[in-house]
């Protein structure tokens, strides 16, 4: 039988990386044949002795090349064990056991596989799909023995980099933080593993932005004169949620089928993607039945009111209609709703009927608007007594 020939190869593509390196990888050789298995090892090419197969001229060379030669050696043990089990030892039969063995030590496999049959509701597993994406983003592959708080550290530096918020930083590292529990209940890690024992996840206090009625009006003047026109759909659906208070992924999902006819009234009838709950608003009765004179522009097409761009593009596009509106504040897509339930507030509006109007399953979450409205009448008032002096 033969043996299957192994050795380091460095920059086999002959092409280097943004920051100029290339892959080291392992060759295997039989019958005229290759595989390549990848070490996620890149170098500089002064860092390589091509003739010796080994790293030199690197601040951490000596341990490079131990790991190197083991993990090559770890490729060869897979093929003895093959033979020794009187299964034929190929190159494809290495490969399949390589991976096989590579999955079981992953925990981006673990974590993908966890994503296949959790039962997270659509809205939730799009979130954690992104926790998963940034973290292939941010390292080609993690093992669970590389799951340290150094790993954790670096990871909050790499969203940091990326620009990301403190609060979306800390959603993120809750989604790994869930994982990496789930993988020590499975034991694919020890409780003494448990990376979060030292890390503490960072969250800073985050205060809704919505409209003040005078900056609603700013926005229902630029529709009504007919300007910015490029956008007109946009501002529609915005001004639209600010009197009805639904979430961009809500708004996107309804249709005609969503707006009932009840005793003359126009209701809008859905339930929430978020938490499920279904929601009945009486548009007609929410701010003057502001939101039926919008839907009455698109009696035509109803379903492509409801059709609008990705969420990232609609807010580019609320920001420049702001700017066209004379706004200072930075507004997005949910401010709309931020606007709604403050506003309903404002008018006095019983607090669990707002949170029924939202669709929120608890009154506490409702309660956020109106410590944010005693903080706007505390201010309404401060500036009133400095005008009176």
């Not at 496999?109 to 973290?135: C, D, I, M, P, W």
């Not at 941010?138 to 340290?148: H, P, S, V």
């Not at 501002?235 to 006819?261: H, I, K, M």
Request: charged share 30%; glycine share 4%; hydrophobic share 35%.
């Amino acid at each position: 039988m033969d043996k299957i020939v192994y050795r380091l190869v460095y920059n086999r593509k002959n092409r280097l990386n943004k920051k100029g390196q290339a892959l080291v990888q392992v060759e295997a050789y039989l019958k005229n044949r290759k595989k390549y298995f990848s070490t996620h090892v890149y170098l500089r090419p002064e860092q390589w002795d091509e003739q010796k197969e080994m790293v030199r001229r690197h601040p951490n060379g000596h341990f490079l090349n131990k790991w190197l030669h083991d993990y090559m050696a770890r490729i060869e043990e897979m093929e003895l064990e093959l033979n020794r089990q009187g299964k034929p030892a190929s190159l494809d039969s290495v490969m399949q056991t390589f991976r096989q063995e590579r999955d079981r030590q992953s925990f981006l496999v673990f974590y993908e596989q966890e994503l296949k049959e959790t039962g997270l509701k659509e809205s939730s597993l799009r979130n954690h799909r992104s926790t998963l994406a940034l973290l292939k983003a941010f390292r080609n592959d993690i093992l669970f023995t590389e799951l340290t708080f150094e790993l954790l550290c670096a990871f909050e530096r790499f969203l940091h980099l990326k620009g990301y918020h403190a609060n979306t930083i800390a959603k993120h590292m809750k989604h790994l933080k869930r994982y990496i529990n789930q993988a020590i209940n499975k034991e694919y890690l020890s409780a003494q593993q448990y990376a979060f024992r030292k890390y503490k996840i960072k969250t800073v206090e985050y205060r809704h932005t919505h409209l003040t009625p005078d900056e609603l009006n700013r926005l229902e003047s630029l529709r009504q004169n007919g300007t910015y026109v490029r956008y007109r759909k946009t501002l529609d659906a915005f001004l639209f949620c600010c009197y009805a208070g639904v979430r961009y992924s809500d708004f996107v999902r309804l249709g005609p089928s969503n707006l009932v006819r009840m005793r003359k009234e126009t209701w809008l009838v859905y339930r929430t993607v978020k938490t499920g709950v279904e929601v009945h608003l009486p548009l007609d009765l929410l701010f003057e039945g502001k939101a039926i004179g919008i839907l009455n522009a698109y009696r035509k097409n109803t379903e492509d009111f409801f059709q609008l761009k990705n969420n990232s593009n609609i807010n580019k596009e609320l920001k420049r209609i702001a700017q066209a509106a004379g706004l200072e504040k930075h507004i997005s897509f949910h401010t709309a709703r931020h606007t709604n339930a403050t506003l309903l507030i404002y008018n006095g509006v019983n607090i669990t009927t707002v949170q029924k109007l939202l669709g929120h399953k608890s009154v506490k979450t409702t309660q956020v608007y109106a410590s944010i409205m005693d903080r706007t009448i505390v201010q309404d008032l401060k500036l009133h007594r400095m005008k009176s002096r």
